[in-house]
């Protein structure tokens, strides 16, 4: 939904669907979809719930050790979140 530009509905579902993640201590799942929201959220302009995703986020991603280009896809949102001139890449960098 988000891709069609349904972005508050989109991030609605995506917020159960990472609910329904961590209450089954998929916590790497449940990250991977906060980005999406993040990304929603960005579009949107919403700084401040971008930033307050990937101060919970980030943490997790490091202790499951994950991949260095999802961590730099994260470091991407970041930047766009603090400039508001970056747009989210179509995929993460590699």
Do not use: C
């Amino acid at each position: 939904m988000i891709a069609q530009g349904v972005i508050p509905a989109g991030i609605r579902l995506l917020e159960k669907a990472r609910a329904a993640y961590q209450e089954h201590g998929m916590s790497y799942d449940a990250a991977v979809i906060a980005l999406d929201i993040a990304q929603g959220h960005l579009s949107l302009g919403h700084r401040d719930r971008v930033s307050s995703l990937i101060t919970e986020i980030l943490p997790v991603l490091r202790n499951l050790d994950v991949e260095k280009n999802v961590l730099s896809a994260f470091a991407h949102l970041r930047r766009a979140a603090q400039q508001e001139k970056l747009r989210w890449p179509a995929s993460p960098p590699s």
